[in-house]
Nanobody, 117 residues
Framework: QVQLQESGPGLVKPSQTLSLTCTVS??????????WNWIRQSPGKGLEWIGY???????DYSPFFLSRTSISRDTSKNHVTLQLSSVTPEDTAVYYC?????????WGQGTQVTVSS
């Protein structure tokens, strides 16, 4: 069974870098043709796609986040990491890890991140 679990600090101060990890179980992140996405939902807003890293390690980012986002992976730990720099209170959101694909879509439960001094 594929499971995704986000983890990271629940509170980050403005101007700092947010770092979140998505630990995947039941499926290898290097499996051909799959990508591992980060998505967030801010209060009162819809879902925002941040970016992904795919099975080969290639990345793609939303233009809105491109200048301050990095997504990486550790294949030995089977996890994917999101780093979002220079955060502001507008980055307060629930952050989700997501995998789509022909064999089904999977979401993590999400992790709340609050940006506040």
């Amino acid at each position: 069974q594929v499971q995704l679990q986000e983890s990271g600090p629940g509170l980050v101060k403005p101007s700092q870098t947010l770092s979140l990890t998505c630990t995947v179980s039941g499926f290898s992140i290097t499996t051909n043709s799959y990508s591992w996405n980060w998505i967030r939902q801010s209060p009162g807003k819809g879902l925002e796609w941040i970016g992904y890293i795919d099975y080969s390690g290639d990345t793609d980012y939303s233009p809105f986040f491109l200048s301050r986002t990095s997504i990486s992976r550790d294949t030995s730990k089977n996890h994917v990491t999101l780093q979002l720099s220079s955060v502001t209170p507008e980055d307060t959101a629930v952050y989700y890890c997501y995998r789509g694909g022909v064999s089904g879509s999977y979401w993590g439960q999400g992790t709340q991140v609050t940006v506040s001094s």
